[in-house]
């Protein structure tokens, strides 16, 4: 029987050290006998001390207990728990320093992984620092020996949810609240099984979703309704799977939110994607449709497309826009999208872009005539002018190469992750011919290490 490894003994005592970078998770980074260590709430430049918080085979992990010589961009941080709290990163440097460090982090990836480098660093889109996430998961747990129900994001390093009483960077209709909600759950008959509450805020309205492991009893739902009905805030429960959600109160709930540049309304569910920040969404969606340069008469691609938050608004812009996504749900609602908005130059498709796309017959706006295929399309013999693609994490490598084969000269990439498009754009540079001509970083999620970012890919 295999024996289990224990865990190295910590030091105890304090190390001074010098803060020589920032790593892509928002990290202090100094060196101690030769071995890296990553320092949280440390910054690039300060002298500081810190204990010793994890120690692993290739580094090890610090927090900072004093600051002897602060770096100039350092502020304090407006959360009570930050230093705690595993929702944010880096409240303790200026906002302005944060998005100037995440565009160090995108180029790096540029130059480390993809051997690129754009021919122009766009910049920074930026918004609100404070109140601007609109969606979030957040735990619920009852804790006796704290005399309360503890809700709100979990301890860095650990399974424990956060005691906070507020949230800065939640929407304050639910950041400044969280004491009266845990006060609410607290009352319940069934406060011991509400296991976690989805936030989903729209323009006008919020919306809690309350996953309850067993069924409420009539009491509970009472109290449910009057505190939504007092704080003006629809309430949903879900029993089981996302399948089994249902308004509470009241009876009718439909979540919107519009981009009033391109005159459209999107509907979503509470438990349903959107974009968190809709600020940096209401700048990033008419940013990269200029960066398109979109024409009256050009089809256009959007890939991982979601309910259409690219494609509507492209569709007022070109003559036909194909949206396309992996989940049948998330086209579904793209469809009643455009339906709501009367937008009938878009048609949308269920595909998993990781696999072989290229013999599907919207890919090439193929036809079938007599046994043949016709692969000519309204414009000679490629079926698009332009791609947009939006991919999750993980990036689109699997579809690069049939989106090359498109012959496309402009691409405009969105992304939540700088490693999976550093990747993919040495790939399409290298591999495919086209240029790195722009690209830049957008303040999606400030005080985290998140880095949300867009590139222009060029072919003459």
């Given at each position: 029987?295999?024996?289990?490894?224990?865990?190295?003994?910590?030091?105890?005592?304090?190390?001074?050290?010098?803060?020589?970078?920032?790593?892509?998770?928002?990290?202090?980074?100094?060196?101690?006998?030769?071995?890296?260590?990553?320092?949280?709430?440390?910054?690039?430049?300060?002298?500081?001390?810190?204990?010793?918080?994890?120690?692993?085979?290739?580094?090890?992990?610090?927090?900072?207990?004093?600051?002897?010589?602060?770096?100039?961009?350092?502020?304090?941080?407006?959360?009570?728990?930050?230093?705690?709290?595993?929702?944010?990163?880096?409240?303790?440097?200026?906002?302005?320093?944060?998005?100037?460090?995440?565009?160090?982090?995108?180029?790096?990836?540029?130059?480390?992984?993809?051997?690129?480098?754009?021919?122009?660093?766009?910049?920074?889109?930026?918004?609100?620092?404070?109140?601007?996430?609109?969606?979030?998961?957040?735990?619920?747990?009852?804790?006796?020996?704290?005399?309360?129900?503890?809700?709100?994001?979990?301890?860095?390093?650990?399974?424990?949810?956060?005691?906070?009483?507020?949230?800065?960077?939640?929407?304050?209709?639910?950041?400044?609240?969280?004491?009266?909600?845990?006060?609410?759950?607290?009352?319940?008959?069934?406060?011991?099984?509400?296991?976690?509450?989805?936030?989903?805020?729209?323009?006008?309205?919020?919306?809690?979703?309350?996953?309850?492991?067993?069924?409420?009893?009539?009491?509970?739902?009472?109290?449910?309704?009057?505190?939504?009905?007092?704080?003006?805030?629809?309430?949903?429960?879900?029993?089981?799977?996302?399948?089994?959600?249902?308004p509470l109160w009241p009876a009718q709930t439909q979540l919107s939110y519009a981009?009033?540049?391109?005159?459209?309304?999107?509907?979503?569910?509470?438990?349903?994607?959107?974009?968190?920040?809709?600020?940096?969404?209401?700048?990033?969606?008419?940013?990269?449709?200029?960066?398109?340069?979109?024409?009256?008469?050009?089809?256009?691609?959007?890939?991982?497309?979601?309910?259409?938050?690219?494609?509507?608004?492209?569709?007022?812009?070109?003559?036909?826009?194909?949206?396309?996504?992996?989940?049948?749900?998330?086209?579904?609602?793209?469809?009643?999208?455009?339906?709501?908005?009367?937008?009938?130059?878009?048609?949308?498709?269920?595909?998993?872009?990781?696999?072989?796309?290229?013999?599907?017959?919207?890919?090439?706006?193929?036809?079938?005539?007599?046994?043949?295929?016709?692969?000519?399309?309204?414009?000679?013999?490629?079926?698009?002018?332009?791609?947009?693609?939006?991919?999750?994490?993980?990036?689109?490598?699997?579809?690069?190469?049939?989106?090359?084969?498109?012959?496309?000269?402009?691409?405009?990439?969105?992304?939540?992750?700088?490693?999976?498009?550093?990747?993919?754009?040495?790939?399409?540079?290298?591999?495919?011919?086209?240029?790195?001509?722009?690209?830049?970083?957008?303040?999606?999620?400030?005080?985290?290490?998140?880095?949300?970012?867009?590139?222009?890919?060029?072919?003459?």
């Amino acid at each position: 029987m295999a024996r289990r490894r224990r865990r190295p003994k910590l030091p105890t005592e304090p190390v001074r050290a010098t803060i020589e970078d920032l790593s892509h998770d928002g990290r202090g980074v100094t060196h101690i006998d030769g071995k890296t260590v990553f320092v949280e709430g440390a910054l690039k430049g300060e002298e500081v001390s810190f204990l010793y918080v994890e120690k692993k085979r290739s580094y090890d992990v610090g927090a900072v207990q004093t600051v002897h010589h602060a770096a100039p961009e350092r502020v304090e941080p407006k959360c009570a728990v930050f230093g705690v709290c595993g929702g944010c990163a880096l409240q303790h440097m200026e906002a302005g320093a944060q998005i100037l460090a995440k565009q160090e982090v995108l180029l790096e990836n540029f130059e480390r992984i993809g051997k690129v480098c754009p021919g122009e660093v766009l910049p920074p889109l930026t918004g609100p620092h404070w109140g601007y996430r609109r969606k979030a998961r957040l735990g619920v747990r009852n804790v006796p020996k704290k005399g309360r129900v503890l809700i709100g994001f979990r301890e860095k390093r650990k399974p424990y949810i956060v005691d906070m009483q507020r949230c800065e960077v939640l929407h304050p209709s639910v950041g400044e609240h969280l004491h009266e909600l845990s006060e609410l759950v607290g009352s319940l008959d069934a406060c011991d099984r509400i296991a976690q509450i989805e936030v989903a805020v729209d323009d006008r309205q919020t919306a809690l979703v309350f996953r309850n492991l067993d069924p409420l009893s009539d009491n509970d739902r009472e109290k449910m309704s009057v505190f939504a009905q007092e704080h003006e805030i629809c309430f949903f429960l879900q029993p089981g799977g996302p399948d089994s959600v249902e308004p509470l109160w009241p009876a009718q709930t439909q979540l919107s939110y519009a981009l009033p540049e391109f005159d459209v309304r999107f509907n979503f569910t509470p438990t349903g994607f959107t974009q968190v920040n809709t600020d940096i969404n209401r700048k990033m969606v008419p940013y990269a449709i200029d960066l398109l340069e979109v024409q009256p008469d050009e089809r256009v691609l959007d890939l991982f497309c979601g309910i259409g938050n690219f494609t509507l608004p492209l569709a007022r812009r070109a003559k036909q826009v194909v949206g396309v996504e992996g989940l049948d749900i998330l086209v579904q609602r793209a469809r009643e999208n455009a339906a709501l908005n009367g937008i009938d130059n878009v048609e949308f498709h269920v595909a998993d872009l990781a696999k072989g796309v290229e013999l599907l017959p919207w890919w090439s706006h193929r036809r079938v005539s007599s046994g043949h295929v016709d692969v000519s399309s309204i414009h000679g013999d490629k079926g698009f002018d332009k791609v947009l693609l939006d991919p999750a994490r993980d990036g689109a490598m699997e579809a690069l190469p049939h989106i090359a084969k498109l012959g496309v000269k402009r691409i405009v990439y969105v992304s939540c992750n700088p490693a999976t498009l550093a990747r993919d754009a040495g790939l399409l540079v290298h591999d495919h011919g086209y240029t790195l001509e722009k690209a830049g970083v957008m303040d999606m999620f400030p005080h985290t290490a998140h880095v949300e970012s867009i590139a222009l890919f060029t072919k003459d």
